[in-house]
């Protein structure tokens, strides 16, 4: 399997933005869920946000009305759109497709 590739991670002020990047790949990418997930130090990894192929999507209940999740299955990409970014959202934030394998991750640091 090919590993997704995330980007657009970077050290941000509190109240800021940042869209992350996910570039994936495989033949069932359209009907396959995608995943953004996280993990700050000392942390479990957390599941911040889903996409179903057809475009229903789900949230962390922490990240609800400030993240939003897109995808575009003729580029198999993924976006995690991050507005209002606090201190707590500090992480390295992981693109998972459902039936795939782990990224590598991009951090985000949140900190004035």
């Known amino acids: 399997q090919v590993q997704p590739v995330e980007s657009g991670g970077g050290l941000v002020q509190p109240g800021g933005s940042l869209r992350l990047s996910c570039a994936a790949s495989?033949?069932?990418?359209?009907?396959?869920?995608m995943n953004w997930y996280r993990q700050a130090p000392g942390k479990q990894r957390e599941l911040v946000a889903t996409?179903?192929?057809?475009?229903?999507?789900n949230y962390a209940d922490s990240v609800k009305g400030r993240f939003t999740i897109s995808r575009s299955n003729a580029k198999k990409m993924v976006w995690l759109e991050m507005n209002g970014l606090k201190p707590e959202d500090t992480a390295v934030y992981y693109c998972?497709?459902?039936?795939?394998?782990w990224g590598r991750g991009t951090q985000v640091t949140v900190s004035s």
């Open positions: 998972k497709p459902s039936l795939g394998s």
């Open positions: 495989g033949n069932i990418f359209s009907i396959d869920t």
């Open positions: 996409i179903t192929g057809s475009g229903n999507t």
